[in-house]
């Protein structure tokens, strides 16, 4: 783990509410001149504390108003299978959050997609085409109580 300074933790903390703050504004926030954030900003991107900086798209105003957790038990670990069923998890655009996981089931997808036209169609794709999937169990949303990748930062 990197060493972060207060500074550090105060800048992730506004960056990860609003990205978009221009470094300048950053500066005035926390009392630094833009080029000392601008050398943070780096060092935290090289370090690999901050991953990706992107924008939260509404998926309902572009078309995908559904989103379903999916539980995916596999047939085999073996290795090469896994990391096949991982690939075609990674390449699926409909794939939001993939994670593989222990207990009972083997991998917990996030989907956004248009319908459940579409999520059929998807889960023949992925579950029904793998020699891999021994079972799989879809849970449609009703309410996005809360959906953040934020991190806390205490």
Same mark, same amino acid.
């Given at each position: ?35 000392? /954030? ?30 379903? /957790?999916?539980? /995916? ?77 934020? /991190?806390?930062?205490?």
């Amino acid at each position: 783990m990197t060493d972060l300074d207060a500074l550090d933790i105060r800048l992730l903390e506004l960056i990860q509410l609003d990205s978009a703050l221009p470094q300048s504004e950053l500066g005035n926030r926390i009392h630094l001149s833009t080029a000392a /954030v601008n050398r943070r900003l780096k060092r935290l991107v090289d370090n690999g504390v901050v991953r990706k900086v992107a924008a939260v798209l509404e998926p309902a105003a572009l078309g995908h108003p559904l989103t379903i /957790v999916t539980q /995916v038990e596999t047939q085999s670990e073996q290795i090469e299978l896994l990391d096949a069923m991982k690939r075609s998890f990674r390449a699926c655009p409909q794939v939001q959050q993939c994670y593989y996981v222990t207990g009972e089931w083997d991998f917990i997808l996030i989907f956004v997609v248009r319908d459940m036209a579409q999520y059929t169609a998807l889960s023949r794709a992925l579950f029904f085409e793998s020699n891999n999937v021994k079972r799989f169990r879809t849970l449609v949303t009703m309410d996005h109580v809360k959906v953040s990748l934020d /991190v806390p930062l205490d």
